[in-house]
């Protein structure tokens, strides 16, 4: 007899994620070390604002659907770059509109939504330093989330516990 040759399972690649909540949700912070914890390249979302969006949420006012558009087309490319080679993104995603307009090019966009009680929230927002989300508009972040549908590819994360916690159930809610 004869040993057949051992069959190489090819390994799935590793998915692109958006982690997704309103400003103060720990989006940045779990999604870099979730991203370490894949071994794939992280990219803050807040980095692909134009100056305009960024100098009006600094003034207070909340940033509208044509002030996004551009800044959620940039997200959206980078995400469909990184399709098949894996990647985690930070972002609000706050609308099913907006989490629709990411995946369009990418299907297989995987949602981690961080959620937590809004007094949590907004306490982490008040002790947080240089940042330009004003903790006054935390509260129509909230009026416009729309949570995962069950039709979309994602899974929430409460945000309890600390950022190491956060990220180990991060990562185990990710797709295998």
Same mark, same amino acid.
């Given at each position: =007899?004869? /040993?057949?040759? !051992?069959?190489?399972? #090819? ?12 400003? @103060?949700? @720990? ?7 979730? !991203?370490?914890r894949? @071994? ?7 980095d692909?604002?134009?100056?305009e969006?960024?100098?009006? =949420?600094?003034?207070?006012? #909340? ?11 940039? *997200?959206? !490319?980078?995400? +469909?770059? %990184? +399709? ?8 609000? !995603?706050? %609308? %099913?509109?907006?989490?629709?307009r990411?995946? /369009? ?6 949602? $981690? ?7 949590? *929230?907004?306490? %982490? $927002?008040?002790?947080r =330093?240089?940042h330009?989300m ?10 416009? $989330? ?11 994360? +409460? *945000?309890?516990? @600390?950022?190491?916690q *956060? +990220?180990?159930? /991060?990562? /185990?809610a990710?797709?295998?």
């Amino acid at each position: =007899m004869t /040993a057949e040759p !051992a069959q190489h399972q #090819p390994q799935p690649s590793p998915p692109v994620v958006v982690v997704m909540g309103v400003s @103060g949700s @720990g989006k940045s912070t779990v999604g870099g070390l979730l !991203a370490e914890r894949m @071994g794939v390249p992280y990219a803050e979302a807040d980095d692909f604002h134009p100056p305009e969006n960024i100098a009006k =949420m600094s003034a207070g006012h #909340p940033l509208d659907d044509t002030d996004r558009g551009p800044w959620l087309d940039a *997200i959206a !490319a980078w995400v +469909t770059e %990184r +399709t098949g080679l894996g990647g985690v993104v930070s972002c609000s !995603a706050l %609308r %099913r509109r907006y989490r629709d307009r990411l995946r /369009a090019d990418a299907p297989e966009l995987f949602f $981690l939504h961080l959620d937590g009680a809004p007094e949590l *929230i907004a306490a %982490r $927002l008040q002790a947080r =330093m240089e940042h330009f989300m004003p903790a006054g508009l935390l509260r129509s972040q909230f009026d416009a $989330l729309e949570p995962l549908d069950p039709d979309e590819a994602g899974a929430v994360v +409460t *945000i309890d516990g @600390g950022p190491q916690q *956060i +990220t180990e159930r /991060a990562y /185990a809610a990710l797709p295998r």
